[in-house]
């Protein structure tokens, strides 16, 4: 069965600053992987996925995630952190007939 | 035009009570999903609809019980509600395709059905 660990339940960035959202996964076979971000009393939204091909992806706002096979992780990164990237995050996992996804890292990004 | 929408938004009663929440899509997708957010925010899949037929049936009380009337929709109807049941219900659909790349399908979700079980 797949799982999704996300080892911090915050994170806090000073804007301007690079930002780092960890991942890591366990899945049989080729793994498909998703970030999903959510506002505030929203559904989650869909940030970026990788499947195959270059270990990194480009997703929506600037966000990129970097998948490495041999640390089975899939950390989301951002240049440059805005105030409004102020969210909960979520990285999942697809593997048999579902999305599993990780407990979620709420990311605070401050003035 | 809202893809995924859920109703209702906000859903208070009181324990033991049986209650409903809707969901509809107009996505043209084949499957949709329930997923239920505890307070800590955890995220875990209920239910999975493909074309009407249930695809994934979790450890969930039989007290929950989905209804697909057409591919479109995916009701949720809950027994004989517990405190425990008080969360935020999410619906969410994408289209299925088979072959490499099958799970790589996209989720849309609606904005959430907070119930409080009181």
């Known amino acids: 069965a797949q799982s999704v660990a996300q080892p911090e339940d915050q994170v806090n960035v000073a804007e301007g600053n690079p930002l780092t959202v960890k991942c890591t996964y366990s899945v049989s076979g080729n793994p498909y992987l998703f970030w999903y971000v959510q506002y505030p009393n929203r559904g989650l939204q869909f940030l970026l996925k990788?499947?195959?091909?270059?270990?990194l992806v480009k997703g929506s706002y600037g966000f990129e995630a970097e998948f490495n096979k041999s640390q089975t992780s899939f950390h989301l990164k951002k240049p440059s952190a805005l105030v409004s990237d102020s969210a909960l995050y979520f990285c999942a996992a697809h593997g048999g007939n579902d999305m599993r996804f990780g407990a979620g890292t709420r990311l605070t990004v401050k003035p | 035009d809202t893809a995924v929408s859920q109703t209702p938004k906000y859903l208070v009663t009181q324990m033991g009570n049986d209650k409903s929440i809707k969901c509809e899509q107009n996505?043209?997708?084949?499957?949709m999903y329930w997923y239920k957010q505890d307070s800590k925010k955890f995220l875990k899949i209920m239910f999975s609809?493909?074309?009407?037929?249930?695809?994934i049936n979790e450890t969930v009380p039989n007290r929950f019980s989905p209804k697909s009337p057409d591919k479109a929709h995916l009701n949720l109807h809950i027994n004989s509600l517990e405190l425990g049941d008080s969360a935020v219900y999410f619906c969410?659909?994408?289209?299925?395709?088979?072959?490499?790349?099958?799970?790589?399908?996209?989720?849309?979700f609606g904005a959430g059905s907070r119930l409080t079980v009181l």
């Open positions: 969410a659909s994408s289209q299925r395709t088979s072959g490499r790349g099958s799970g790589a399908n996209v989720l849309t």
């Open positions: 990788y499947i195959t091909g270059d270990n």
């Open positions: 609809y493909n074309n009407k037929e249930l695809i």
């Open positions: 996505l043209g997708h084949d499957t």
